[in-house]
Nanobody, 120 residues
């Protein structure tokens, strides 16, 4: 079984910074792409950032220049460093990973979500 566990969400003031992390655990042979989506109240889930197995990042236009995604392949983690946060960044942030399990099966696995609230 493969699991993703997020951490690091919380309350931050506008202009502040926050780092959220996600650890992949379980019977994994390989991790391919990883990334973060978010869902604000009353809105659809949207991509925030993604990172390939080789470490190439991709960002939503709304977060470019403010958010950085990184991954640690030795620790099987993906991180999101968020700076200059705005109230509109308030959402539940979900990490995902595309993995190949030790069974050989390819899967897309999601975390349970971590709430980020930006307000004064």
């Amino acid at each position: 079984q493969v699991q993703l566990v997020e951490s690091g969400g919380g309350l931050v003031q506008p202009g502040g910074s926050l780092r959220v992390s996600c650890e992949v655990s379980g019977s994994i042979f390989m991790i391919y792409g990883m990334g973060w989506y978010r869902q604000a109240p009353g809105k659809q889930r949207e991509l925030v950032a993604a990172i390939s197995a080789a470490g190439s990042p991709n960002y939503a236009d709304s977060v470019k220049g403010r958010i950085a995604i990184s991954r640690d392949n030795a620790q099987d983690t993906v991180n999101l460093q968020m700076n200059s946060l705005k109230p509109e960044d308030t959402a539940v942030y979900y990490c995902y990973a595309k993995v190949q399990a030790t069974t050989g099966r390819n899967r897309e696995v999601w975390g349970q979500g971590t709430l980020v609230t930006v307000c004064s």
